[in-house]
């Protein structure tokens, strides 16, 4: 129904059967509400989610619906790792990791949500970072992106640490004073890049790998 011409089916006011349309519609709809809000699991400080079909390298791989248990007073940031692992933690979506929901739970419910499902989508971002001389953890949000530019000024070669699940990055050292940009996990190998040259590299989930070479 996001077009003007409708596709479909209407549930008239005089049909018999209106369930059995609306499950087919909530059928066919059924990939979109994957990790969404379940209702009927979802009470005082019990998070439900629905499960549903993800694709994990390359292999469609059927996630179980379930339960979390939420912390109270706090703000929860559910997540889901690439294996499609639901977890919960009161200090901010996990660089690498699906972000679902920012939960606001008080005492014994919750009080408020945010989904933040369609980051779990792969889109293209670039993302412009000036640094500060130091070495440098990207952010959850700031990782998502494909394009990664860094600029500032250093005195000596600095780190980039990027999440190890798997992912692909064109990375661009934009920097000045001469100076190497190391792109690398949080174990394992990284890649330097040379001042003024690009790059692009992957995580394979256990070091940061150079694709192509400097250009």
């Known amino acids: 129904m996001s077009n003007s011409t409708i596709t479909f ?6 049909q018999a059967n209106k369930e059995k349309t609306a499950n087919a519609y909530f059928d066919a709809a059924s990939p979109a509400t994957l990790f969404g809000r379940r209702e009927s699991t979802t009470s005082g ?3 439900g989610y629905y499960g549903g079909t993800v694709l994990i390298d390359g292999s469609q791989t059927q996630i179980a619906n379930g339960t979390l248990a939420l912390t109270a007073s706090a703000t929860n940031y559910v997540e889901a790792t ?7 933690n009161t200090s901010g979506f996990t660089a690498g990791r699906w972000p679902l929901y ?11 949500y945010s989904d933040y499902r369609l980051q779990a989508n792969p889109v293209c971002g670039r993302l412009a970072k000036a640094l500060s001389d130091a ?3 990207l952010a959850g949000n700031e990782a998502r992106n ?3 530019e860094f600029t500032g000024v250093l005195t000596v070669q600095r780190n980039i640490t990027v999440p190890l699940g798997a992912q692909q990055w064109t990375v661009f050292n934009n920097t000045s004073g001469g100076f190497d940009l190391i ?3 949080a174990t394992g190998t990284g890649v330097p890049i040379g001042m003024g040259k690009r790059a692009i590299i992957y995580a394979d989930g256990t070091n940061v790998v150079r694709a192509t070479a400097d250009v």
């Open 9 to 14: 089916d209407y549930i008239s006011q005089s």
């Open 45 to 47: 400080l019990t998070w």
């Open 82 to 88: 690439r294996a499609g692992v639901v977890s919960a």
């Open 102 to 112: 920012s939960i606001v739970a008080g005492a014994s419910s919750v009080t408020s």
């Open 135 to 137: 070495n440098t953890t």
């Open 146 to 148: 494909n394009i990664l």
């Open 183 to 185: 792109i690398i996990g």
